[in-house]
T-cell receptor, first 113, second 114 residues
């Protein structure tokens, strides 16, 4: 089955710790995205990547970093610089360019201890 | 600036009622795309529909229908004969050819009671 997988489902971060959220897709999609969702709010774009080894900042990139070494993978690192990381993180991918319909993974819920 | 407004925060209906979710957008772009996504309690966003700005034809898919009106910058979503399984948060989103990024509304929480 083709799809987008995110792991872990729940992640706990200690103060000052960097954590990495995994996103993998086997849809052969070119573009990948990371969104953050806070309770009762819509999604906000963190980073996006149209092709391997290239990525762009979204609206709320501060405190986050990404890499795109493989077409299938787009991991997101939440650094210690992100002071309010508690949120639901959703990864998405789309075929072709950035105008393609985005399909989402199941999400990772990040909590701070 | 581009913006998507879903004025209805929460809607509660009884099963078999029809319900319309409103979506209003703001843009100066002439080419753009509109989407509806469903987010059930599990959290994953499920794609429902995409509409291009040059195609105002309304669409029906089973119990779902969408009314796109450029004159009022609206893209409303109607569920006919609602079911308990329709209970979810529904998001309207806007994408533009200039940025390629999706802008989401705040979402409407729909509760369908048996």
């Amino acid at each position: 089955d083709g799809g987008i997988t995110q792991s872990p489902k729940y992640l706990f971060r200690k103060e000052g710790q960097n954590v990495t959220l995994s996103c993998e897709q086997n849809l052969n999609h070119d573009a990948m995205y990371w969104y953050r969702q806070d309770p009762g709010q819509g999604l906000r774009l963190i980073y996006y990547s149209q092709i391997v080894n290239d990525f762009q900042k979204g609206d709320i990139a501060e405190g986050y970093s990404v890499s795109r070494e493989k077409k299938e993978s787009f991991p997101l690192t939440v650094t210690s610089a992100q002071k309010n990381p508690t949120a639901f993180y959703l990864c998405a991918s789309s075929i072709g360019d950035l105008l393609g319909t985005q399909y989402f993974g199941p999400g990772t819920r990040l909590l701070v201890l | 600036a581009q913006k998507v407004t879903q004025a209805q925060t929460e809607i509660s209906v009884v099963e078999k009622e029809d319900v319309t979710l409103d979506c209003v957008y703001e843009t100066r772009d002439t080419t753009y795309y509109l989407f509806w996504y469903k987010q059930p309690p599990s959290g994953e966003l499920v794609f429902l529909i995409r509409r291009n700005s040059f195609d105002e034809q309304n669409e029906i898919s089973g119990r779902y229908s969408w009314n796109f009106q450029k004159s009022t910058s609206s893209f409303n979503f109607t569920i006919t004969a609602s079911q308990v399984v329709d209970s979810a948060v529904y998001f309207c989103a806007f994408g533009s050819g200039n940025t390629g990024k999706l802008i989401f509304g705040q979402g409407t929480t729909l509760q369908v009671k048996p």
